[in-house]
């Protein structure tokens, strides 16, 4: 059992920036990959970045690439999320998740809400 919680959303304009922090405690939520999730109104959640324990190299989708920088403590069971520039189509539900055996996990927490006004 792997629990997860987001936090650090809020309400900011066009532009500005905000860091998102996700905390995994359980069995199996060291040293893992670990990613954030978005899920925007009448959309489905999408994968926007993921980071490995290791040297491998951090994943961003299109959307966020270059404007978002994904991270993690040094304990392996903390991810950040930084957000640059963001724009009202950042505006989403942001949840983290942790691959188990190779796999995103069936585990969610309730997210944190991200909304950027116009």
């Known amino acids: 059992q792997v629990q997860l919680v987001e936090s650090g959303g809020g309400l900011v304009q066009t532009g500005e920036s905000l860091r998102l922090s996700c905390t995994a405690s359980?069995?199996?939520?060291?040293?893992?990959?670990m990613g954030w999730f978005r899920q925007a109104p009448g959309k489905e959640r999408e994968l926007v970045a993921a980071i490995a324990w290791g040297s491998a190299g951090p994943f961003y989708s299109d959307s966020v690439k270059g404007r978002f920088s994904i991270s993690r403590n040094k304990f392996g069971n903390t991810v950040y999320l930084q957000m640059n520039s963001l724009e009202p189509e950042d505006t989403a539900v942001y949840f983290c998740n942790i691959k188990i055996a190779g796999i995103w996990s069936g585990y969610w927490g309730r997210g944190t809400q991200v909304t950027v006004s116009a």
């Open positions: 359980g069995r199996g939520a060291n040293n893992n990959i």
